[in-house]
């Protein structure tokens, strides 16, 4: 009789531990892997200012450029590894990467060049709207090795630097490869984004369009109509100011980098795995029309360890940037030039959203 008893206690408790194994991944599968289309019903479109955009100016092509640089330069990496950028054209343009700490030799008279529509190299592209080079830097050796990618910009107009859904759809678990979203949206250059998709929480500012906007305890990042970029910490701003203020995108995953001085922070407002070495997706500012993304590879023992935060911020304070903010990164950081994918990840995984620049 007690044998019996025993047995019918064992197999009740059986029985808990597989229903409750079932509503795990019955919630699981919901939440975390059945795509789920976002409510758009109470998006709001943030005004443009009353003046028009401001237009930016693209550097001048005719003009010599001197740059000296901080950090020692590598030609691209081979195709030892996963992913080698395709060649584009044979073209010839300006090679040289304009910098925040760039001289410009003045010329008397230049001589005035038609400029074709688009003019683009293996690492580089211009037309009347955007500019793009790119290069690869590489520092430090042996296991201490670091290899980043770094794509400077300028825009004429701040709409060409714009955010995408994967599967052109917002929501939660949407998710496609960087690569496939570049040709989606036919980017000039893209990078993974912040992971919205993945978080409860947080505010979600895309060209012009705020979908949500819930307290998070992130930083967020700030692109505004007029062309500036800023982070800004929990308390800094709310709903209102960012609609009053002409914000056109907002990221949400953090940390920011850089102080109002363009100084590196020591202190991050990140979890301490997030401040450890990883691939790194991020993006950087230094004025209106003048921006740049930064892709460090990481886990590759040989190539490259990646980077802590702190070894970014001094990044970005070295370039010379204004403001720089940390993006999702790990596997799902990859950077895309060209329609192919011109960082060296060792793994890579879909993402919810990219970063991108696009003609207008």
């Keep these: 009789m007690k044998k019996n008893i025993l047995l019918h206690k064992i197999l009740a408790v059986f029985c808990d531990l597989i229903i409750a194994g079932v509503l795990l991944c019955t919630f699981a599968l919901f939440h975390h892997v059945i795509p789920k289309k976002g409510n758009t019903e109470n998006a709001i479109s943030i005004p443009k200012p009353t003046a028009s955009i401001p237009a930016f100016s693209l550097p001048d092509i005719n003009t010599p450029q001197v740059h000296t640089p901080t950090i020692s330069t590598t030609p691209k990496a081979t195709a030892t590894f996963p992913y080698t950028a395709e060649k584009t054209s044979d073209l010839t343009t300006p090679s040289a990467t304009p910098t925040a700490r760039q001289t410009y030799a003045e010329t008397p008279e230049p001589t005035v060049v038609q400029i074709p529509s688009v003019i683009q190299t293996e690492n580089s592209y211009r037309s009347n709207n955007v500019v793009v080079n790119m290069r690869t830097e590489q520092t430090g050796s042996g296991k201490s090795i670091v290899t980043y990618h770094i794509a400077d910009i300028y825009v004429t107009n701040v709409e060409c630097l714009r955010s995408a859904f ?8 949407y998710a496609q490869s960087v690569l496939n979203q570049d040709k989606e949206n036919n980017a000039i250059v893209a990078i993974s984004g912040d992971s919205y998709g993945l978080s409860d929480t947080g505010v979600v500012l895309r060209n012009g369009i705020l979908y949500k906007f819930d307290n998070t305890g992130s930083d967020i990042c700030v692109l ?25 995108q907002v990221w949400n995953f953090g940390p920011g980098l850089l102080d109002e001085s363009g100084r590196a922070k020591t202190i991050f407002n990140a979890d301490k795995y997030i401040t450890k070495s990883h691939p790194r997706a991020s993006i950087g500012y230094y004025a209106p029309g003048h921006y740049v993304f930064v892709l460090v590879d990481g886990r590759q023992t040989g190539y490259s360890t990646g980077m802590t935060l702190s070894e970014l911020a001094k990044l970005y304070e070295d370039l010379g940037c204004s403001a720089a903010y940390n993006l999702d990164g790990g596997i799902s950081a990859v950077m895309t030039f060209d329609d192919s994918v011109y960082s060296h990840p060792a793994n890579t995984r879909n993402v919810s959203d990219i970063i991108y620049i696009g003609e207008i």
């Design 224 to 248: 505004y109509y007029d062309g500036r970029m800023e982070t800004l910490s929990p308390g800094e701003y709310t709903k209102e100011s960012l609609v009053a203020g002409g914000a056109y």
């Design 166 to 173: 994967a599967e052109q759809t917002y929501g939660e678990n």
